[in-house]
C-alpha cells in the first residue's frame, strides 16, 4: 500500500472512530485496529493540525501526550455546596459534595481513555 494510501485509510479510520462516540479501546476492538496504530495516526493527525494552525503540539520527552486536568471549586455565598470542575482536554466534569467517589474515579478513567 502507498504512502498516501495508508494515510487516506487511516483518515478514514480517526473520522470514523471520532463520529462513533466509543472510547479508543471498544472502537479499535470492533473495528480489528491496533490501539497503538490508532494513536500513532491520531498523533500524526494532531501535528498536522498545529502544524497548519501555526501551533506546536504539547509532547513531554518521551512522545506522548501529557494530559491536562485544571479542578476549579465554587465556594461562592450564593452556591451552598462545593463544586468541583474537572477538566481533561476538551471536556469538563462537574462534580458536587457528596459525589459517589467510585462512580467519579470511572468517569475520569473513560475520559482520559477518550482523550
Given at each position: 500500500?502507498?504512502?498516501?494510501?495508508?494515510?487516506?485509510?487511516?483518515?478514514s479510520?480517526?473520522?470514523?472512530?471520532?463520529?462513533?462516540?466509543?472510547?479508543?479501546?471498544?472502537?479499535?476492538?470492533?473495528?480489528?485496529?491496533?490501539?497503538?496504530?490508532?494513536?500513532?495516526?491520531?498523533?500524526?493527525?494532531?501535528?498536522?493540525?498545529?502544524?497548519?494552525?501555526?501551533?506546536?503540539?504539547?509532547?513531554?520527552?518521551?512522545?506522548?501526550?501529557?494530559?491536562?486536568?485544571?479542578?476549579?471549586?465554587?465556594?461562592?455565598?450564593?452556591?451552598?455546596?462545593?463544586?468541583?470542575?474537572?477538566?481533561?482536554?476538551?471536556a469538563?466534569?462537574?462534580?458536587?459534595?457528596?459525589?459517589?467517589?467510585?462512580?467519579?474515579?470511572?468517569?475520569?478513567?473513560?475520559?482520559?481513555?477518550?482523550?
Open positions: 500500500m502507498s504512502r498516501k494510501n495508508s494515510q487516506e485509510l487511516w483518515q479510520r480517526i473520522k470514523e472512530y471520532q463520529a462513533s462516540g466509543q472510547t479508543l479501546s471498544a472502537w479499535c476492538k470492533a473495528n480489528s485496529v491496533s490501539r497503538d496504530a490508532l494513536k500513532y495516526w491520531l498523533e500524526k493527525e494532531e501535528q498536522a493540525q498545529c502544524k497548519a494552525a501555526g501551533e506546536k503540539p504539547a509532547r513531554n520527552q518521551k512522545g506522548a501526550s501529557p494530559v491536562f486536568i485544571l479542578a476549579e471549586t465554587d465556594r461562592s455565598p450564593e452556591n451552598e455546596t462545593s463544586v468541583i470542575n474537572i477538566r481533561i482536554g476538551k469538563c466534569v462537574e462534580a458536587r459534595a457528596g459525589v459517589d467517589i467510585e462512580l467519579l474515579s470511572a468517569v475520569l478513567e473513560a475520559v482520559v481513555e477518550a482523550c
